[in-house]
């Protein structure tokens, strides 16, 4: 979808959950006075659930801070927005009075329950395909589906392999098992999924319409791929394990040419930040990763 800078109208809504149930939210006007909602979060290609952070200005909720247990936040621009699932692990309120803020601390994702205490038994013989496995391991930890690269579906087992214990240490062996392919096990919302980082290996694409500034690079690994970070307007669908696709056009916009020839670029994110406001100028990602020749 492309977007136009200077339409855009941004969107948080948020409902608090408690543990019984109920719920309390606060929804976003579409057109006119908004409430003063702030976002922020770090993603990464890792089997770690990643933190959240949500700062509102004049919350006024009805019910106790501590009775919150979930928060789901609707969250984007009017026309592309995204659902967030977190678990409140903290909610204080800052700078008491008319203009008093409330933090609220989370921990990304509704599996968390399920994440520290999923335990699998484990018996394969040698070439398994990798998909199988970790479909074996998706009923323990509650996701709902299981997607892959195009790279990391050809793994397969060389040797038989045994598990029994932690679902959590269970991907971090296959993780070593398949470490000379940069095999990534990570969880997008209720999805498992598995790449190969620095190959080309991806999950979904996503055309850049934007960015606040001209790419910084730096040499890369041992096998030779130059690690870029990206800032731009945050593009709510976009995770690791994604594809950026940067056309010429953007590098032009921002001055630069990458090797100075006209041409699309890719970059596979393998970890990413936003920041996102409903007021004010607070809209932008940092993504980092790799450039896919």
């Known amino acids: 979808m492309a977007l136009n800078l200077e339409r855009f109208n941004k969107i948080i809504d948020l409902s608090f959950y408690t543990a019984s149930g109920s719920v309390k939210t606060i929804l976003c006007p579409r057109h006119g006075v908004k409430p003063d909602i702030q976002i922020n979060g770090t993603y990464g290609a890792s089997l770690e659930l990643y933190q959240l952070h949500v700062v509102v200005k004049n919350l006024y909720l009805d019910l106790q801070q501590e009775q919150y247990t979930r928060l789901v936040i609707r969250a984007g621009y009017i026309n592309n927005l995204i659902t967030i699932e977190a678990t409140i692990y903290s909610m204080f309120r800052e700078n008491p009075g008319p203009d008093g803020t409330t933090v609220i601390q989370c921990q990304l994702g509704k599996l968390t329950s399920n994440w520290l205490s999923a335990t699998v038994q484990l018996q394969f013989d040698k070439g398994t395909n990798l998909l199988k496995i970790l479909k074996s391991i998706q009923k323990s930890l509650g996701a709902t589906d299981v997607k892959m690269g195009l790279m990391a579906k050809t793994c397969v087992l060389e040797a038989p392999f045994q598990f029994d214990g932690s679902a959590r240490n269970a991907l971090a062996e ?15 919302g209720t999805t498992l999924c598995a790449l190969c980082l620095t190959q080309g290996d991806f999950i979904k694409s996503h055309i850049v319409q934007y960015m606040s500034a001209p790419p910084q690079m730096t040499p890369g690994d041992e096998a030779g791929q130059w690690h870029t970070m990206i800032t731009a307007p945050w593009m709510p669908e976009v995770l690791p394990g994604d594809l950026l696709v940067i056309p010429s056009q953007v590098y032009i916009n921002n001055g630069v040419l990458v090797g100075g020839i006209n041409k699309t670029q890719m970059l596979e994110v393998t970890e990413m930040s936003f920041h996102f406001g409903t007021k004010g100028s607070i809209n932008q990602m940092t993504c980092s990763g790799f450039i896919v020749r």
């Open 174 to 188: 296959l993780e070593q098992l398949f470490i000379s392919k940069k095999l990534q096990i990570l969880m997008q």
